[in-house]
């Protein structure tokens, strides 16, 4: 790499990243992952940056605190959460996208983190499993997916458990199994737990509209 | 000798409650470490080098690029020159490296030269497989000829059921630290006892040095019980690489690749009958594959196993797939779902109704079973509405969506394994239960806790389980729905024996002989005189500084009537199937299932809920697609390896059949029993649906499409 190029890296370092520029970097065209909200941000932002490949600093904003660590561009925020944070409540199982064990929450919105980069998510507000109890109680998600039994080798229930938190915030006056059934689609359990998931997000629902959680 | 039964259902305190399983807070929190999650001071990352051919010969390798990338610690090649390699994804070199990323990295500049080799990895056509056919020979019983000959109706169908894999969610793998002569093995395995001295063979070690630890398994179904090759290579790594710790999980192509499969299982079946319905004679061809060992037959006639006059030929076929595994009730979903598709179709060319079907060749079932089945017949028949939702096979109205309900049919044994318990009662009062034991997420831990409190008269929260190290007094892999049974019985003996030392040391407080004494609510009481009494914490002082700790062991030759094995299971599916679009939607499932005494309804509920779950993924969705000409698997991912969501499953009722018979046999084994029967039943409903047979599952959109076409045509 050249001198010319660490330059242009280390400023890039100092004023935020760009998808586009990383995309451009790697040869990858904006099209061809074909996400609306990938083109949205990456218009966003300023274009023409180079990343990578070898490891950078990154700040990740987790469950309210600032953490530093320093990734390769293409690590996921899942796989920087799970090997460089120690946060391993979401896990990896799919890898691409389809399963949602490594369900988060994003600036409010779920997200697969193992299709997300973590040099993507800088600055913004990452929530994981592990940061959505409260002074050390429980949310109430994670107590009615005990309460129903909504979980038996419990691989995918932090995933179930966050896909369903952010779906609940974003409804709160889910009511019925369709509903739940529709929220929830995006996650997959081997086991068959979801006849205590459908239960545990309806009575979930209630305990959070009862104001119980913030 | 002390009185080891189970206390009488109708005084039980723990016992039979619906308790909340005790590690569920820890799961839902994401608190729960898995051994996948483990991040251990130092650690390095290790990756793999596999097949890209499903029969190739290694021709050469070359490993000095990446031995020389920053960061790679070690390289070690298994299939070295002149390796025939057997499937796609077989094991050719690990890396160890720094980051995940390096070891990825390293893996793509190992050079490798093949010489490709002609494979077959189909099986469902048996005149394509060429010379990998294997006739098992041919079985007779009885006169089939004559059967056949005098039979008032012959019914004949072709059957398949394709390979499935076990897609555990936590995939194969583990973290090893292999320091000096100590080997910390963090696994993620049904077999926490046994697998150290797996591995310790296959590394050349004594056994002593493996120290195995394992507190949380994300699925196993019957594929994690050896330590693997990529067990052994993890432990190379590490003490090629001075000791550090290294982690490697197969990532989700690679498991679904070889971590294990179910095998697959086709069959032309011909049936003899009397008009009523009654069988009187059985012919069948069968082929299966689970890989290069073939694959055997499944056990047909299932359950029906004293048809008279049968005539069976079996064909192992050998194809260049990853090996099977045993899959949660080995070999019986395949003959459920064979032999009842035979009967269904049998009843539908007579028609008549299956229940009745069903019920009439019940002379043919073992006897023991035999009433059980009975009622679970009438039992489902009533859950699942069937007097009102059935219909002669096809007949199911006008309109492009038909109805239609269907039966499949369940044994199993469950006799409780091997195992040894230790119980600790300290001097504080605290209790301590420890196993060289694993839960699966079946509840294991909750059972064990609710036994020993049932036991000692103490409230559920008061007993610590340990499970998942072997240093804990051992016990046997979970696998064939043999761990309730053994761990409930070995932790019921010991929480006696434990109990008893107590009572000699607190006799003499109470005035009393030690057998007059017995544990109640928390306190230590005289039989017939509870004002007599010492409260446990009380009780547990006197023991001084001395703890009781005493062993319990479940000997499977002498379970001592705390568990048995043998149960039946019935399954009713209730479908509508959208002939324009071929789409099958489940409206619902009705299992009833014997299991002898249930020491936790609510969990054992969810393993019931969760095979009609996995049986739903099998009918409708499962299967692992090999392509003839490539040799590789088109899906091995979750996108295409298709799993049932939250929306696909419809209601499902479950019935354990609860009676005081059933609890006086004791404790049966569960997890496996109820995944058995649901792919036929589902498979019959949709043939009484749409009229016609859709010879194979899964019954995707297509399948069903073309089975009406050819009605049709």
């Not at chain 1, 890039?12 to 586009?20: I, K, N």
């Not at chain 1, 605190?65 to 320093?70: C, E, F, G, H, Y």
């Not at chain 2, 993924?617 to 991912?637: F, Q, S, W």
């Not at chain 2, 479950?654 to 039943?681: Q, S, Y």
């Amino acid at each position: 790499m050249s001198k010319h190029h660490d330059e242009r890296e280390e400023k890039a370092l100092r004023s935020g990243f760009s998808r586009r520029g990383f995309l451009k970097g790697v040869s990858v065209t904006s099209g061809a992952l074909g996400s609306a909200i990938l083109e949205e941000d990456a218009q966003a932002q300023t274009a023409g940056r180079l990343f990578g490949p070898s490891a950078v600093p990154i700040t990740l904003n987790i469950n309210g605190a600032d953490q530093k660590l320093t990734v390769e561009p293409r690590v996921t925020l899942l796989d920087a959460c799970r090997n460089h944070l120690d946060l391993t409540g979401a896990k990896r199982v799919c890898d691409r996208g389809t399963c949602g064990a490594c369900t988060m929450i994003v600036n409010g919105k779920v997200v697969y983190s193992c299709t997300v980069l973590a040099i993507d998510v800088q600055g913004k507000k990452i929530q994981t499993i592990e940061g959505i109890s409260q002074a050390g109680k429980p949310h109430p998600v994670s107590v009615a997916f005990v309460n129903n039994d909504a979980q038996q080798c419990g691989y995918c229930t932090p995933g179930f458990v966050m896909a369903a938190k952010g779906f609940l915030d974003r409804n709160p006056n889910v009511t019925t199994l369709e509903q739940v059934e529709k929220g929830l689609g995006g996650n997959l359990c081997r086991c068959g737990t979801y006849v205590g998931v459908r239960k545990a997000v309806l009575e979930a629902a209630k305990a959070m509209k009862g104001g119980r959680n913030a | 000798m002390p009185n080891y039964s189970w206390p009488p259902m109708e005084s039980r305190k723990q016992i039979g409650k619906r308790y909340r399983r005790v590690d569920g807070i820890e799961k839902a929190t994401g608190r729960a470490k898995y051994n996948s999650d483990l991040n251990k001071p130092g650690m390095l990352f290790a990756a793999m080098l596999t097949s890209p051919y499903a029969h190739a010969k290694v021709r050469s390798i070359d490993t000095s690029q990446a031995e020389k990338m920053p960061g790679v610690t070690a390289v070690r090649v298994v299939a070295p020159a002149g390796t025939e390699l057997q499937w796609v994804s077989q094991e050719i070199a690990f890396v160890s490296a720094t980051s995940e990323e390096v070891a990825r990295d390293a893996v793509r500049a190992i050079k490798v030269d093949y010489e490709v080799l002609p494979h077959v990895v189909r099986e469902e056509d048996l005149s394509k497989v060429a010379d990998r056919a294997k006739p098992a020979g041919e079985q007779v019983t009885g006169d089939p000829d004559k059967a056949f000959r005098e039979a008032e109706v012959i019914s004949e169908g072709m059957y398949g059921i394709p390979v499935l894999t076990h897609c555990c969610l936590e995939p194969h793998g583990q973290v090893v630290e292999w320091k000096g002569d100590q080997i910390n093995y963090w696994p993620s395995t049904q077999n926490v006892t046994n697998i150290g001295p797996d591995l310790a063979k296959n590394l050349g070690v004594p056994a002593t040095q493996v120290k195995v630890h394992m507190d949380h398994i994300g699925g196993g179904f019957g594929s994690k019980f050896p330590a693997d090759r990529w067990g052994v290579e993890c432990a190379n790594l590490s003490k090629a690489s001075g000791g550090r710790p290294v982690k490697l999980f197969l990532d989700r192509a690679t498991e679904l690749n070889i971590a294990g499969n179910r095998p697959s299982a086709f069959a032309k079946i011909r049936l003899a009958a009397k008009k009523d319905g009654t069988i009187i004679g059985w012919e069948s061809s069968s082929w299966a594959t689970g890989g290069m060992s073939g694959g055997g037959m499944p056990p047909i006639p299932y359950v029906f196993v004293n048809i008279p006059n049968r005539r069976m030929n079996h064909t192992a076929v050998m194809t260049n797939c990853g090996p099977l595994r045993a899959w949660r009730a080995p070999n019986h979903p395949q003959a459920s779902f064979l032999t009842c598709s035979a009967i269904e179709d049998l009843a539908a060319k007579l028609g008549l109704d299956p229940m009745e079907v069903f019920a009439k060749n019940m002379q043919w079932v073992a006897e023991a079973r035999r009433d059980s089945y009975l009622a679970q017949l009438k039992k489902a028949a009533e859950m699942s509405e069937w007097s009102k939702r059935w219909h002669r096979r096809g007949d199911s109205g006008p309109g492009p969506i038909k109805r239609g309900m269907g039966i499949g049919i369940c044994t199993w044994g469950g006799l409780g394994h091997a195992s040894n318990c230790r119980v600790t009662i300290h001097p504080d009062g605290s209790v301590i239960v420890e196993l060289g034991s694993q839960d699966l997420g079946t509840g294991t831990r909750t059972v064990i806790a609710q036994v020993v409190a049932e036991t000692l008269g103490l409230p559920l929260e008061s007993i610590k389980v340990n499970l998942g190290d072997n240093s804990y007094p051992p016990s046997n892999p979970s696998g064939g729905s043999t761990t309730v049974g053994g761990v409930s019985s070995s932790s019921r003996i010991a929480a006696v024996n434990a109990l008893e030392k107590l009572f000699e040391k607190v006799a003499p407080a109470l005035g009393a002989q030690p057998d007059q004494l017995e544990a109640v609510d928390g306190k230590i009481q005289v039989k017939g005189n509870p004002s007599k009494n010492l409260l446990w914490g009380a009780a547990c002082k006197k023991l001084g500084v001395q703890s009781i700790s005493e062993m319990g062991t479940n000997d499977p030759r002498n379970p001592r009537g705390l568990n048995t094995q043998g149960v039946a299971g019935i399954q009713v599916a209730d479908v509508s199937v959208d002939t324009e679009t071929g789409v099958v939607t489940m409206n619902r499932m009705v299992a009833v299932q014997d299991c002898g005494l249930v020491i936790n309804p609510r969990l054992a509920e969810s393993q019931v809920y969760g095979a009609c779950i996995m049986s739903i993924c099998g009918a409708l969705m499962e299967e692992r697609i090999m392509d003839a000409k490539t040799g590789r698997v088109l899906n091995p991912d979750m996108e295409f390896y298709k799993l049932a969501g939250i929306g696909d499953i419809g209601e499902i009722l479950v019935d354990l059949h609860i009676t005081p018979e059933n609890d006086k046999r004791g404790v049966i084994g569960l997890g496996e029993p109820p995944t058995v029967g649901g792919i036929a039943a589902i498979a019959n409903a949709v043939a009484n649906a749409i009229g016609v047979r859709v010879p194979t599952v899964p019954l995707t959109p297509n399948r069903v499409l073309a089975a009406l076409q050819e009605r049709r045509a």
